[in-house]
C-alpha cells in the first residue's frame, strides 16, 4: 500500500503543514479607507519571521496605527501621510488616480479597500503608467500591466531588503529555519524519484515519469502534481520566416 502524496496530506491541516505562529506580529494592511488625509509617524521597525522586509509601525495617536512593510529610505520618527491629498514623498499613502505617471510604488490595492495585495515582497514595486477615465495602467512586477481603479491606494518608494535573495543560504539549516517559519515542506523528494505506489510519476528505470506531467485544474488531490492548468510546457520556439 502507497503512502498520501504531500498534495492529498496537506489537505488534513495538521501542525506539520502549518506556519507557525509564534513570534508574529501583525498583517502588514492600510487603515480602512477614508476621504481625509491622516498623518502618523512611524514608532518602530520590527523582524517579523517569514517575512523579508522589516515590518514598520505607523502610529496616527496612541492606540491607533498600522502595520506595513517598510519602505526603503524611511527612519524612526518620520511622519508619514495617509489621504488623497498627501504630499508626493517616500512612504507616504496615496490613491493611484493622485499618483503621476512614471512613479515608483508599492504594496498596491488590486481593489479599494483591500489593505494592499501587490508588490509586497522585499525589493519590489510597481510603475504607474497612465491614467484613463477612472483607472489607472500600472506595471507590476512580473511585467504585466495590469488596470486598477484610482481609488486603489499605493505607496510611494519601493520595498526595503532589495538584493535579500542575492545571498545564498551557505547552510542546509538556515534554508529549513526558513522555510518552516514560512509553512513550507521541505525538503520535498522529486516524484520521479519515488516507487509507483508513492507518486504518480514513479516507478521505471530512467527517472522519467512516462507520461505528460500536466494536469488539469480541477484534478483530484491524488492527481494534482506537475504542471498543474499549463497554457504550455517546455521552452518556446523561435517562429522562422
Known amino acids: 500500500m502507497g503512502k498520501k502524496i504531500k498534495v492529498q496530506r496537506r489537505g488534513r ?5 502549518r506556519a507557525a505562529k509564534m513570534n508574529k506580529i501583525a498583517p502588514a494592511k492600510y487603515p480602512t479607507l477614508t476621504n481625509d488625509n491622516r498623518t502618523g509617524t512611524i514608532k518602530e521597525l520590527n523582524h517579523e519571521p517569514g517575512r523579508g522586509a522589516p515590518l514598520a509601525y505607523v502610529e496616527f495617536e496612541p492606540g ?3 502595520y506595513s512593510s517598510a519602505i526603503e529610505g524611511t527612519y524612526i520618527d518620520q511622519e508619514i501621510t495617509v489621504g488623497p491629498t498627501a504630499p508626493l514623498q517616500v512612504g507616504n499613502v496615496l490613491p493611484l488616480g493622485s499618483i503621476p505617471e512614471g512613479t515608483m510604488v508599492c504594496n498596491i490595492e488590486l481593489r479599494p479597500g483591500d489593505g494592499g495585495k501587490i508588490a509586497r515582497s522585499s525589493g519590489s514595486f510597481g510603475t504607474v503608467i497612465a491614467h484613463t477615465g477612472t483607472h489607472t495602467s500600472v506595471r507590476v512586477p512580473s511585467k504585466r500591466t495590469v488596470t486598477i481603479h484610482n481609488s486603489s491606494r499605493a505607496t510611494i518608494g519601493i520595498i ?4 535579500r535573495r542575492e545571498k545564498p543560504f551557505l547552510t542546509a539549516g538556515e534554508k529549513v529555519h526558513a522555510k518552516k517559519a514560512k509553512g513550507h515542506k521541505y525538503p520535498v523528494a522529486h516524484g520521479v524519484k519515488m516507487p509507483a505506489a508513492m507518486h504518480p510519476h514513479g ?3 530512467h ?3 512516462g507520461k505528460s506531467t500536466t494536469v488539469s485544474r480541477h484534478a483530484p488531490p491524488g492527481a494534482k502534481v506537475g504542471l498543474i492548468a499549463a497554457r504550455n510546457s517546455g521552452k518556446r520556439q523561435r517562429r522562422r520566416n
Open 207 to 209: 527517472r522519467r515519469p
Open 160 to 163: 526595503s531588503g532589495a538584493g
Open 203 to 205: 516507478g521505471g528505470r
Open 64 to 66: 491607533s496605527g498600522f
Open 13 to 17: 491541516g495538521t501542525s506539520q503543514f
